[in-house]
């Protein structure tokens, strides 16, 4: 089984910063793609920004400039730096986890419970 835990959710202020964390764990040889997805209510989930082993990242273009994302691949971790937040930052977000349970197998994709970020005006 995997399990992808986030952290770090809550209320901030418009102009504000914040980190969320993913941990992810159980039987794991690799974690190909890690990142993080948000879902604002009436709106479709959308990926924010995603992050490969070998650090290759992709953002949403709304993100770019404000986000930043990073790895602890030792730990399976990704985080998501957030800075300058907007009202449209606001959302449940996603951890997504693409990961490989052994040599020559196949790849799963996981996600987590997510996490809300609520910003305030």
């Known amino acids: 089984q995997v399990q992808l835990v986030e952290s770090g959710g809550k209320l901030v202020q418009t102009g504000g910063s914040l980190t969320l964390s993913c941990a992810a764990s159980g039987t794991i040889l690799s974690v190909t793609t890690m990142g993080w997805y948000r879902q604002a209510p009436g709106k479709q989930r959308e990926l924010v920004a995603t992050m490969t082993e070998g650090g290759y990242t992709n953002f949403v273009n709304s993100v770019k400039g404000r986000f930043t994302i990073s790895r602890d691949n030792a730990n399976n971790t990704v985080y998501l730096q957030m800075n300058n937040l907007k009202p449209e930052d606001a959302a449940l977000y996603y951890c997504?986890?693409?990961?490989?349970?052994?040599?020559?197998?196949?790849?799963?994709?996981?996600w987590g419970q997510g996490t809300q970020v609520t910003i305030s005006s």
């Open positions: 997504y986890a693409r990961i490989r349970k052994a040599v020559l197998g196949r790849e799963y994709d996981y």
